[in-house]
């Protein structure tokens, strides 16, 4: 079993950036993925952007340009830097971690981008 823990949702401004991280309980040593959820009030849940165990990246359209997601040198956390946010970023980021075996969730980190 592995556990994942959010961090680094805030207040920000337009404009701004923050750095989300995930981080697992232990390495992986199976072929994973890693991924960025997010819901706001009123939408589904939606996939932000994802890594793999191999170091390959997919973002969705609304945010590429200005979000990356990259990985330690352990390869056992994941950041989603994010850059030039704008209100309609504002939900709730949840990190997902699958493997051919595991699925895990975070709890979630609030990230709200408002004047």
């Known amino acids: 079993q592995v556990q994942l823990v959010e961090s680094g949702g805030d207040l920000v401004q337009p404009g701004g950036s923050l750095r989300l991280s995930c981080s697992a309980s232990r390495n992986i040593f199976s072929i994973w993925r890693m991924g960025w959820y997010r819901q706001a009030p009123g939408k589904q849940r939606e996939l932000v952007a994802v890594i793999t165990s191999g170091g390959s990246t997919n973002y969705a359209n609304s945010v590429k340009g200005r979000f990356t997601i990259s990985r330690d040198h352990a390869k056992n956390t994941v950041y989603l830097q994010m850059n030039s946010l704008k209100p309609e970023d504002t939900a709730v980021y949840y990190c997902?971690?699958?493997?051919?075996?595991?699925?895990?969730w975070g709890q979630g980190t609030k990230v709200t981008v408002s004047s």
């Open positions: 997902n971690l699958r493997s051919a075996t595991v699925e895990a």
